[in-house]
């Protein structure tokens, strides 16, 4: 069991809009699930080890904004962005259709068949945020023969617990600044979300306690009437109850400050995860988002995991 720490923060990487020494740039729509779905891969060449990355949201495509924390990593893998169902610009070819969890999961291990085949390799690795994070470690249980590491960043692990966990914090912090107008909003919120007013005001409050921007309400009851029900069928799933005998090796990026894929279960799923090989990159000034605001150390520690593979 390894466990790394990082007290310190990077500075965004550059968003190049080309970038040179790319001699694989694929743009396209292929058939996954029965519907076009969208994928761009970038990197030095064909026979390059595949990096799968899996947004997060669900339903928060960053293909427009990936090579912030990309850029360095498609010198060494072919990195595959992958717009999910009901997604970018995914969803501009589909009409938006109703999915479960179980049709996600489908559609990530026929997308991993897709690009095996596609390449002529036979395992890759799966590199997730959030969401995203806890769609790669599902997947890679279930595809294990597939899959050579899984990379998770600020995973959803258990997350009604999460957001109970801060919900708690936040009651905790606005009674002790008494702050009214805090207790009031988030004494309207039930776990699970039983609406997306509900979630608006976790979302708002937990913004504001970690001094971040608060999202826009209208933006946040939109993305409910899509995605809510998703979310919570997700938000049940305990990764903390099925931690044993872990398939792969498992690699988790956690941030100190994370409130919003709470820190405390990740670092609790780590210590009790059975695998091979684990690790966790700690960042104890990180919230959420350590993927962009770390972007530079994230790509650091993941091409030397890729470096450790070549060495064996």
Known sequence: MITRSFGFIFALLA??????????????????????????????????????????????????RAASFTSELQKHFLVVLWDQRNSGKTRELNISLQADLGTFESDAAE?????????GQTKLFLFGHSW??????????????????????SPMIYQQESER?????ML???????DSQALADLEQVKIPFENGDQLFWHRYWLARFS?????????????????????????????????????????LFVGGRDYQTHHSLARNFFTHVKAGKKELFWFPNSGHNLLFTD?????????????????Q
């Open 15 to 64: 968003c190049p809009t080309a970038l040179a020494f790319s001699s694989v740039q694929i743009s396209e729509a292929v058939v996954i699930g029965g519907i076009q779905q969208y994928i761009e891969v970038r990197g030095p060449g064909e026979q390059s080890p595949i990096l799968l990355f899996l947004h997060g949201g669900p339903g928060n495509s960053v293909t427009k």
């Open 111 to 119: 997308m991993i068949q897709y690009l095996l085949t596609r390449f």
């Open 132 to 153: 995203g994070g806890f769609l790669a470690l599902q997947v890679a249980k279930q595809q294990s023969d597939r899959v050579t590491a899984c990379l998770a960043v």
């Open 165 to 169: 966990l801060s919900l708690e914090w």
């Open 172 to 178: 905790q912090r606005a009674k002790e600044t008494n």
């Open 211 to 251: 001094g971040n921007r608060p999202p826009d309400r209208s933006f946040v009851q939109r993305w409910a009437t899509d995605w809510l029900d998703l979310l919570n069928e997700a938000s049940r799933v305990n990764l903390l109850a099925d931690s044993a005998d872990w398939p792969v090796p498992l690699f």
């Open 295 to 311: 972007s530079r150390q994230v790509q650091q520690q993941i091409i030397s995991i890729l470096n450790d593979y070549k060495s």
